[in-house]
């Protein structure tokens, strides 16, 4: 019986390793979050301005700056995860997770040179 047991563990242990449940092969939520973080790291140093230029703000782009800031800093990944008081701080977010969100779908579909 237990050599039994012992054979059905390395048969399963054996089929996970083929179908990438725990092989070496990056999977789709590895890459992603890989793609998500080159974005971010790629947004560390730009402003809301930068991003979306100042044509987006009627009265200066305080506001915007510090929604842009503000999802930087908190991590914020999904436009719907920005609230506030202010309509300019919500659209500084939101212009931030927007532009994190589309720069990680352009890195999945085009991994670094690191990856390939």
């Known amino acids: 019986?237990?050599?039994?047991?012992?054979?059905?563990?390395?048969?399963?242990?054996?089929?996970?390793?083929?179908?990438?449940?725990s092989g070496s092969q990056p999977t789709e939520a590895h890459d992603y979050e890989a793609a998500s973080e080159r974005a971010s790291e790629q947004l560390a140093d730009q402003t809301y301005q930068e991003v979306a230029g100042s044509a987006?703000?009627?009265?200066?782009?305080?506001?915007?700056?510090?929604?842009?800031?503000?999802?930087?800093?908190?991590?914020?990944?999904?436009?719907?995860?920005?609230?506030?008081?202010?309509?300019?701080?919500?659209?500084?977010?939101?212009?931030?997770?927007s532009t994190l969100e589309t720069k990680t779908e352009e890195e999945v579909e085009e991994p670094s040179e690191e990856e390939t």
Not at 73 to 93: H, Y
């Open 1 to 21: 019986m237990k050599q039994l047991l012992g054979v059905i563990g390395i048969l399963m242990l054996a089929a996970c390793g083929a179908n990438g449940g």
């Open 56 to 97: 987006e703000c009627t009265e200066g782009c305080e506001g915007h700056d510090a929604g842009f800031e503000w999802a930087k800093e908190n991590g914020i990944t999904d436009p719907s995860e920005c609230s506030g008081d202010s309509q300019s701080f919500i659209e500084g977010c939101q212009s931030y997770a």
